[in-house]
């Protein structure tokens, strides 16, 4: 385990093999086609606005878009407990504790992947990370051999050392333009999992995934964001003093709300009733999609 924290600090990722239990992951994959099925409603993260699964399926019965925060949805139970017990697990939380070296994690945001959007390549920074910046663990967990037929996700190992932050205040067009030029400078590797594998990375590590190569292939996986509960929520370049009376304060403030219950990990949407019915208002007043990282165009 050791060896792995090096693997982490000197790479930017990591890749722990057979960490998620096959009974788990077969009881998520029931859950996800029985709720196809049934129709509901969802947040997609790839289009940002609420749907309905059946307009997303494609001819071989894939969901097209991303669930966001699927472990909420209180229409859902099956698929939100045995979620909760892969994305909240002690199997994750040991791991995040060999590296990072803090104790206790709070989950922010999640992702459920039937087939492969593609996503441009990022540092997880500009959206989400801690504050001060750094502290975040992201984790992509394959709930499928992963081959790269139905596309594959991908990393640029040492990338998270770049010391330029030339990124933070730049509108979205001209991120995007700096990290295509800073994936020039590093060499892209591609990473094909077996089921259970999970990899682990840097919010400041250059990363993306491919679209579906063969039609009719899926990419099943999961994805989470974890930061440790004694950060507070950054992201964008925020880097505040952590000793600051202010900075202890919100921190006491914010952390007293943290019970974990039957969970390793603490999650960050605590109120799964308010999600949901935000949601079906939002539905209901017919929203647009928001696609800041628009996949149409890559």
């Given at each position: ?71 909420n ?10 979620g ?66 139905g ?6 190992p040492?990338?998270h ?30 990473a ?35 930061y ?8 964008g ?23 974990f219950?039957n969970?390793s990990i ?33």
């Amino acid at each position: 385990m050791t060896n792995l924290a090096k693997e982490y600090i000197e790479n930017g990722y990591v890749i722990v093999p057979n960490l998620i239990p096959d009974e788990r992951i077969l009881n998520l994959l029931n859950c996800l086609e029985n709720l196809k099925k049934r129709n509901c409603l969802y947040y997609s993260q790839s289009e940002h606005n609420w749907r309905f699964i059946k307009s997303d399926l494609d001819k071989n019965n894939l969901i097209e878009s991303s669930f966001e925060n699927f472990t909420n949805l209180i229409w859902a139970k099956g698929l939100s407990k045995v979620g909760k017990q892969i994305l909240q697990s002690k199997e994750i939380n040991e791991i995040l504790k060999k590296l990072s070296g803090e104790d206790k994690f709070c989950m922010w945001q999640n992702m459920l992947f039937d087939k492969s959007t593609g996503t441009l390549d990022h540092l997880d920074t500009y959206y989400l990370d801690t504050d001060p910046m750094g502290g975040l663990v992201a984790a992509w967990i394959a709930l499928e051999n992963i081959d790269g037929e139905g596309g594959s996700f991908h990393v640029f190992p040492g990338s998270h050392k770049e010391s330029s932050r030339d990124w933070i205040n730049k509108p979205h067009k001209d991120y995007v333009y700096w990290c295509k030029e800073l994936a020039s400078k590093y060499k892209k590797k591609e990473a094909l999992l077996n089921k259970g594998d999970v990899l682990f990375w840097h919010p400041n590590l250059l990363h993306g995934s491919s679209n579906q190569k063969v039609e009719g292939k899926s990419r099943k996986s999961l994805t989470a964001h974890y930061y440790p509960i004694s950060f507070l929520k950054g992201g964008g370049g925020i880097n505040s003093d952590k000793n600051s009376k202010s900075y202890l304060k919100k921190l006491s403030s914010r952390n007293k709300s943290f019970k974990f219950l039957n969970y390793s990990i603490e999650s960050d949407n605590k109120n799964d009733l308010l999600f949901c019915t935000k949601g079906i208002i939002k539905y209901l007043l017919k929203n647009k999609p928001r696609l800041q990282m628009d996949r149409r165009k890559y």
